[in-house]
């Protein structure tokens, strides 16, 4: 069973400083990697996808890397701003579904 | 491009009763899946449909059913409902990327109150 693990769980960082978030999971027959947003009470808000034969993939100020044999993925926010104040999921895809971690909420203070 | 939409947005329910959630999918998506997400918590795969079949399920018991339909629209039905039931409800469509990768593209959720 894929077991997927968010740390930390929470942070809190002043605006301007770069975020670090860290993604594991257990079993590294994965066939692609997702990160997504969620503000409080929404729905999910597809940041990333990365597939099993990328290393990183990035959009503006979000970059996210795989190394898909540790079984481990970072997403790096560069120059972060109150409005990246949310939780940040991530998700492995295989066997049809994808797996979450519980995720890690953010605030950005001004 | 239509995104995702649930309907509806909330719902409250009384222990054992039924409930049916909606979902459509983004257009030209094929396969629609739901989840359930409990507070503070990640989602959790609950099944998976495409072209009208189920094509995969989590660990839900047989209360929760589902459907999809011609349209590629699917439902949620939740039979003889338990206060664990309360959750937010997500549906995700699938866009078949041409290296053969999912990207899911949810919805804006149902959240359902059991009490």
């Known amino acids: 069973k894929q077991e997927v693990t968010q740390i930390p769980a929470a942070l809190s960082v002043p605006e301007g400083e770069n975020l670090v978030l860290n993604c594991s999971f257990t079993?590294?027959?994965?066939?692609?990697l997702q990160w997504f947003r969620q503000d409080p009470g929404k729905g999910l808000t597809s940041l990333l996808l990365i597939q099993s034969s990328q290393r990183e993939q990035t959009s503006g100020r979000l970059n996210a890397s795989l190394d898909k044999s540790s079984g481990r993925s970072t997403l790096y926010i560069a120059a972060s701003q109150p409005g990246d104040s949310a939780t940040y999921l991530c998700?492995?895809?295989?066997?049809?579904?994808?797996?979450f971690g519980a995720g890690t909420t953010v605030t950005v203070r001004a | 491009e239509t995104g995702v939409t649930q309907s509806p947005t909330h719902l409250i329910k009384t222990r054992g009763q039924q409930v049916t959630l909606r979902c459509s999918s983004q257009s030209g998506h094929n396969t629609v899946s739901w989840y359930q997400q409990a507070l503070g918590q990640g989602p959790q795969f609950i099944f998976q449909y495409y072209r009208e079949e189920e094509n995969g399920r989590g660990n839900f018991p047989p209360r929760f059913s589902g459907l999809q339909f011609p349209n590629y629209s699917s439902e949620l039905n939740v039979n003889a409902l338990e206060l664990d039931d309360s959750a937010l409800y997500l549906c995700a469509s699938s866009s078949v990327r041409t290296s053969g990768g999912y990207e899911q593209y949810f919805g804006p959720g149902t959240r359902l109150t059991v009490t």
């Open positions: 079993d590294s027959a994965i066939y692609n």
């Open positions: 998700a492995v895809f295989n066997d049809y579904k994808l797996s």
